[in-house]
């Protein structure tokens, strides 16, 4: 892949060594390549652009963190993004209530059945064996502690299956999307996960309750300004890409991602 923008060439040797940048679990090896051209692409752009506005563009193309203060101060010369006013901010907050809440907690004990989720036998042992661990404990509240001790494989073992309060974030989703839906007092079925089965019991719910406007003022202006200037960046970005000779590689301004 050799790209050209202006007559500028961009190797193939350089996408190679901009592509390591790009790579992600969830993108294959061609994916990452063309992020790579497509930033190399865009780089070149803002580094012509500058010569063109006379800023101190380093002459030595290894320097990225050189070009990277000249972009910058290209992008604020010619960037114009707009300021979140307070009555924005305040509209926004309004609109988006659940965005402004303090997390909803359980306080929860546990006991892990564990089960490799590949050895189907040992999975359909631990349901087994989690099943049975509820059915004494609905004839013996008070037995969780010491079966918990007997037979989890977590370390909260060692606390009578306590996990204390738990949120969103803090553990695998699977288990908080169960628990953070259930109502107090022991489930009737055990919560799968990756790591097995588990027996729960809700101690206590507390749910979570509503910031004031005062208390996320700041961060709701650094969002919206954030997202004002992704929004102006790519308009500039098209209109670059708009006036350019630009040859070996597709930018559709509809359709590709132009920042990254």
């Given at each position: 892949?050799?790209?050209?923008?202006?007559?500028?060439?961009?190797?193939?040797?350089?996408?190679?060594?901009?592509?390591?940048?790009?790579?992600?679990?969830?993108?294959?090896?061609?994916?990452?390549?063309?992020?790579?051209?497509?930033?190399?692409?865009?780089?070149?752009?803002?580094?012509?652009?500058?010569?063109?506005?006379?800023?101190?563009?380093?002459?030595?193309?290894?320097?990225?963190?050189?070009?990277?203060?000249?972009?910058?101060?290209?992008?604020?010369?010619?960037?114009?993004?707009?300021?979140?006013?307070?009555?924005?901010?305040?509209?926004?907050?309004?609109?988006?209530?659940?965005?402004?809440?303090?997390?909803?907690?359980?306080?929860?004990?546990?006991?892990?059945?564990?089960?490799?989720?590949?050895?189907?036998e040992e999975r359909e042992q631990a349901r087994q064996?989690?099943?049975?661990?509820?059915?004494?404990?609905?004839?013996?509240?008070?037995?969780?502690?010491?079966?918990?001790?007997?037979?989890?494989?977590?370390?909260?073992?060692?606390?009578?299956?306590?996990?204390?309060?738990?949120?969103?974030?803090?553990?695998?989703?699977?288990?908080?999307?169960?628990?953070?839906?259930?109502?107090?007092?022991?489930?009737?079925?055990?919560?799968?996960?990756?790591?097995?089965?588990?027996?729960?019991?809700?101690?206590?719910?507390?749910?979570?309750?509503?910031?004031?406007?005062?208390?996320?003022?700041?961060?709701?202006?650094?969002?919206?300004?954030?997202?004002?200037?992704?929004?102006?960046?790519?308009?500039?970005?098209?209109?670059?890409?708009?006036?350019?000779?630009?040859?070996?590689?597709?930018?559709?301004?509809?359709?590709?991602?132009?920042?990254?």
């Amino acid at each position: 892949m050799t790209i050209e923008v202006n007559g500028v060439e961009i190797t193939h040797h350089a996408i190679n060594i901009e592509s390591a940048h790009h790579k992600r679990p969830e993108l294959d090896p061609r994916e990452a390549q063309e992020q790579a051209a497509l930033a190399l692409t865009l780089r070149e752009l803002l580094r012509q652009r500058a010569l063109q506005l006379d800023l101190e563009v380093p002459e030595d193309d290894s320097d990225d963190q050189a070009l990277d203060a000249v972009i910058d101060r290209l992008i604020e010369l010619e960037v114009d993004v707009p300021q979140a006013d307070e009555a924005t901010c305040r509209r926004w907050f309004e609109q988006n209530p659940d965005h402004f809440r303090t997390p909803d907690l359980a306080e929860v004990r546990h006991i892990l059945v564990a089960g490799h989720p590949e050895d189907l036998e040992e999975r359909e042992q631990a349901r087994q064996t989690a099943e049975g661990l509820i059915r004494q404990l609905q004839a013996d509240p008070a037995a969780f502690p010491a079966l918990a001790a007997a037979h989890s494989r977590c370390p909260s073992s060692e606390q009578g299956g306590l996990l204390g309060q738990v949120s969103r974030g803090e553990t695998v989703p699977e288990f908080e999307d169960a628990v953070l839906r259930l109502p107090v007092g022991l489930s009737p079925q055990p919560i799968k996960t990756r790591y097995g089965f588990h027996v729960v019991e809700v101690l206590q719910r507390i749910p979570g309750t509503a910031l004031p406007f005062e208390a996320v003022h700041e961060r709701i202006a650094e969002y919206l300004e954030a997202v004002s200037r992704q929004r102006a960046l790519n308009q500039y970005l098209r209109l670059l890409v708009g006036e350019a000779d630009i040859k070996g590689i597709q930018l559709d301004g509809n359709t590709t991602p132009l920042t990254q």
